[in-house]
């Protein structure tokens, strides 16, 4: 701690005529005349901003430094200030929440995405044990396991069919189904039968592939949020004696 503080002392006397800056001021008058301690305070406040906003920060260096100073030298524009610039980028890279409507809809509308690998994203989505068993209790879990490993091997792929413009989605919980949200209607009848064996609240979502402006097409069921990702789990009511 001594150290520290001696050194924040020495930049403090050193940087003495250090302009420092007003997160809140216009980015072009910051940038434009600033000093190299101002400019190391920038990349560091930056850097500390977006970090608060993410739960992935980066490593700070003197070249990501660099790097941070270029692209807030590059997004700045007349009127904008640095704190508008580095907020902005904070919540444009933040993205959905995790396990929300949002971040599924964003997901499945990846499948029309002429440029994506169909094969690699439901890979993406392929259960693992793990995840069966913290959705579902056994015995159904156990079962589910079995007909996964024999129905969901590596390389199969789906998705939607050439007339497919649009997603029809029902987002709701396994809480709310195994409770009777008025959601169970959009699922397949078979949940009925399953909601039982349910051990934890998890999202869970009902989706079709649809022309605009329909409801009915291409149909899945069983995409849920569980351990920080989503997994297909379909058609549970299957493993059933």
């Known amino acids: 701690m001594g150290k520290l503080l001696g050194a924040v002392a020495a930049l403090a006397v050193s940087?003495?005529?250090?302009?420092?800056?007003?997160?809140?001021?216009?980015?072009?008058?910051?940038?434009?005349?600033?000093?190299?301690?101002?400019?190391?305070?920038?990349?560091?406040?930056?850097?500390?901003?977006l970090a608060s906003q993410q739960t992935d920060a980066r490593p700070v260096d003197l070249a990501n430094?660099?790097?941070?100073l270029g692209n807030l030298s590059k997004a700045c524009k007349p009127g904008k200030s640095l704190l508008d610039l580095v907020g902005g980028s904070s919540k444009q890279d933040a993205g959905p929440a995790a396990g929300s409507k949002a971040e599924a809809r964003a997901l499945l509308m990846r499948f029309f995405d002429p440029s994506e690998d169909l094969v690699a994203l439901t890979g993406a989505l392929l259960p693992k044990p793990e995840d069966v068993r913290a959705v579902y209790s056994d015995p159904l879990a156990s079962k589910m396991i079995e007909t996964?490993?024999?129905?969901?091997?590596?390389?199969?792929k789906f998705?939607?069919?050439?007339?497919?413009?649009?997603?029809?989605?029902?987002?709701?919980?396994?809480?709310?189904?195994?409770?009777?949200?008025?959601?169970?209607?959009?699922?397949?009848?078979?949940?009925?039968k399953v909601v039982q064996y349910f051990k934890s609240d998890?999202?869970?979502?009902?989706?079709?592939?649809?022309?605009?402006?329909?409801?009915?097409?291409?149909?899945?069921d069983g995409l849920v949020y569980v351990n920080n990702h989503w997994v297909i789990l379909p058609k549970p009511w299957r493993s059933l004696d």
Not at 24 to 44: F, S
Not at 65 to 68: A, K, L, R
Not at 149 to 154: D, I, R
């Open 159 to 192: 998705g939607p069919k050439p007339e497919h413009d649009d997603l029809y989605m029902i987002y709701t919980t396994t809480a709310k189904l195994a409770a009777g949200d008025p959601a169970m209607d959009e699922f397949p009848g078979g949940y009925r």
């Open 65 to 68: 430094v660099g790097v941070i």
């Open 148 to 156: 996964y490993a024999a129905a969901l091997k590596p390389g199969i």
């Open 15 to 49: 940087g003495a005529q250090a302009q420092g800056f007003d997160p809140k001021q216009p980015c072009t008058d910051i940038l434009r005349d600033a000093d190299e301690t101002t400019l190391a305070m920038v990349g560091a406040w930056t850097f500390g901003y």
């Open 202 to 220: 998890v999202p869970i979502v009902r989706f079709k592939f649809v022309r605009k402006g329909e409801t009915s097409g291409l149909a899945f």
